[in-house]
């Protein structure tokens, strides 16, 4: 049996998020076949590998759980090919085939973590440190897509607070209503939409307490949809094309894991044609930014049939009720399958 490492919770804003998606994870892993090991990050950036329920992950006591713990680090050293845990006042090293990374935003998706993994020699289960970095990057992730000819909303990136008032007729020159994001950050973390001038600064000083650079982009006159993409021994399998139904507002961290006033519709309300469009664009940008593995790329649909690119998720979540397995249900895979085909393509 292969050992992977399934790495949970972080020093991250989506702490919580990464708790139910790595307990589907753990709970859905065909057993027969890898032995998984449950390793836990506590919002004080403590490492330890975690022997105890998976009850206690959803319910955020398994750092409270200290006669289930071991402390542990993952070694830089490519000969231990793993963890180092620290017991009965020894160090005992524990060998990994693999390191299946289920963390959601910075400091677990943004190539940190993939940039560790790699430097140990461990192969990855995802993508890898370019692609998670670039991916986590909104305003250069859009450059790169505008370059190569794919629509993105028209923005502008603020690189300090102090810029505020220097830039801030040049903001008033986008039309109306705009998202004001953190640069990097996950799960809408930090974004408002706003309709007025007179709401601009309140939301560009929230913005930067999540990141140190705040882009701000006209809203798109369509609808959200979305398409998981898993890579195949270098081909790729299009999940099916979801889309996002919105009452009010946007598709912020309530409605994205609560759906009080939205609703998913999986497949999206479109034709086939308009659909195998998103699906090629959405393949096109899982290339262009070097994404491996597997990936979920966020896009809009507007009214005149327009595809514009909105970001890439490289650790989707996935929970039961997830948009990545969704799509991937949607064409014939189970959440086992799909966890088995990843590990095979990382091993690979």
């Known amino acids: 049996m292969k050992r992977i490492a399934v790495i949970f919770g972080g020093v991250s804003s989506e702490y919580e998020v990464s708790l139910q998606s790595a307990s589907a994870v753990l ?5 027969e076949q890898w032995e998984a090991i449950a390793i836990g990050i506590t919002q004080k950036g403590e490492w330890y590998q975690y022997l105890g329920t998976l009850k206690g992950i959803q319910e955020d006591r398994w750092w409270q759980q200290k006669e289930n713990l071991i402390p542990a680090l993952l070694s830089t050293d490519r000969q231990v090919h793993g963890l180092l845990l620290f017991q009965n006042q020894r160090i005992e090293t524990l060998w990994l085939d693999a390191v299946f990374p289920v963390l ?3 400091n677990g998706e943004d190539g940190t973590l993939q940039g560790l993994v790699e430097l140990a020699g461990i192969p990855l289960i995802g993508c ?20 190569s000819g794919i629509e993105t909303a028209r923005s502008i990136v603020l690189s300090c ?3 505020i008032p220097i830039v801030k007729a040049q903001l008033l020159q986008l039309k109306f209503p705009l998202f004001v994001k953190p640069v990097r950050s996950g799960s809408s973390f930090g974004i408002s939409r706003i309709s007025h001038e007179d709401q601009l600064e309140e939301a560009l000083y929230v913005a930067f307490e999540h ?7 006209e809203a798109i006159n369509g609808f959200e949809v979305g398409c998981a993409i898993m890579e195949d021994q270098g081909e790729l399998i299009a999940g099916e094309v979801d889309e996002i139904e919105l009452t009010q507002g946007f598709f912020d961290y309530t409605e994205k894991y609560h759906l009080i006033s939205s609703s998913i519709h999986c497949p999206a309300r479109l034709p086939e044609t308009e659909r195998k469009r998103i699906q090629e664009t959405a393949k096109q940008l899982f290339r262009l930014l070097d ?3 597997f990936a979920r790329v966020d896009l809009f649909y507007t009214p005149e049939g327009k595809i514009v690119f909105n970001e890439i998720n490289t650790i989707p979540g996935f929970t039961a009720h997830s948009r990545f397995p969704s ?4 064409i014939g895979f189970s959440l086992e399958a799909v966890l088995t085909h990843l590990i095979r393509e990382g091993l690979r």
């Open 128 to 147: 890898q440190t370019l692609a998670s970095a670039l991916c986590m990057d909104k305003a250069r992730a859009h450059q790169l897509a505008a370059a």
């Open 161 to 163: 607070k102090k810029e």
């Open 327 to 330: 799509m991937m249900r949607a």
């Open 27 to 31: 709970a859905h892993l065909d057993k």
């Open 104 to 106: 959601h935003g910075k």
């Open 291 to 293: 994404c491996r593995g």
């Open 211 to 217: 990141d140190r650079e705040v882009i701000v982009e």
